[in-house]
């Protein structure tokens, strides 16, 4: 069976520095990753996400993460923090069980981010 | 407007009462999905439907049930609400091996 885990729970911040957000995913088969964040009393918006292309996938307000297959790992990178980074943010897999068409979350890992 | 609509967006009942939470899309796809959310959770998927004919248990179903009147409307009803259902609820719909969209959220609280 498939499986997602964020390593960090929560992580802490200044703005200005990099941001690192874990991914390490288990599956025996070639899945689609995604990143989801959700600020806060907010709907899930889609970061970016891996579906087999290029290893190294871009995604919006400059977050980007990198399909490591041998680490099994995607994770969320950033280089520069902002204050309107602040909010949950979930790893994603799609699961073979239902022919690649329903997904598995991660827990979540909140960000916080101080002045 | 919204690709993922759900109504209502916050609802507050008693134990025992039969609750409907409604989904509608425009994105034209068949593959719609069924979520609830609890703080350091995540989502978890409750229900799934890839055509109007087409119903799937995920992996919380007990005590919900669906309905998908049409290829854009997907329901979810809770027969009889109990506090343990208190929680986010999410529609999404997209397709196989690719993303999906999320409505807004509908926040139920059962008391």
């Known amino acids: 069976a498939q499986s997602v885990t964020q390593l960090d729970s929560h992580v802490s911040v200044s703005e200005g520095t990099p941001v690192l957000l874990r991914c390490n995913y288990s599956?025996?088969?070639?899945?689609?990753l995604f990143w989801y964040v959700q600020h806060p009393n907010k709907g899930l918006q889609l970061l970016l996400k891996y579906t087999s292309a290029a290893t190294l996938v871009k995604g919006i307000n400059g977050f980007e993460a990198e399909f490591k297959k041998s680490e099994t790992s995607f994770h969320l990178t950033k280089p520069s923090a902002h204050m309107s980074d602040a909010a949950e943010y979930f790893c994603?897999?799609?699961?073979?069980?239902?022919?690649?068409?329903?997904?598995?979350f991660g827990k979540g890992t909140m960000l916080l981010v101080s002045p | 407007d919204a690709d993922v609509t759900q109504t209502p967006r916050n609802r507050i009942t008693k134990t025992g009462k039969r609750i409907m939470l409604e989904c509608s899309q425009t994105?034209?796809?068949?593959?719609m999905y069924w979520y609830r959310q609890d703080p350091g959770l995540g989502l978890r998927l409750i229900y799934y439907s890839f055509d109007v004919k087409d119903i799937n248990k995920g992996e919380i179903s007990d005590g919900y049930s669906v309905s998908r009147q049409a290829q854009a409307k997907f329901s979810l009803s809770l027969e009889s609400a109990i506090p343990n259902q208190t929680a986010l609820y999410f529609c999404a719909t997209g397709e196989q091996r690719n993303e999906q969209f999320f409505g807004p959220g509908t926040r139920l609280t059962v008391l």
């Open positions: 994105k034209g796809h068949d593959r």
């Open positions: 599956s025996s088969y070639s899945p689609s």
């Open positions: 994603v897999v799609t699961s073979p069980n239902s022919g690649y068409s329903t997904l598995t």
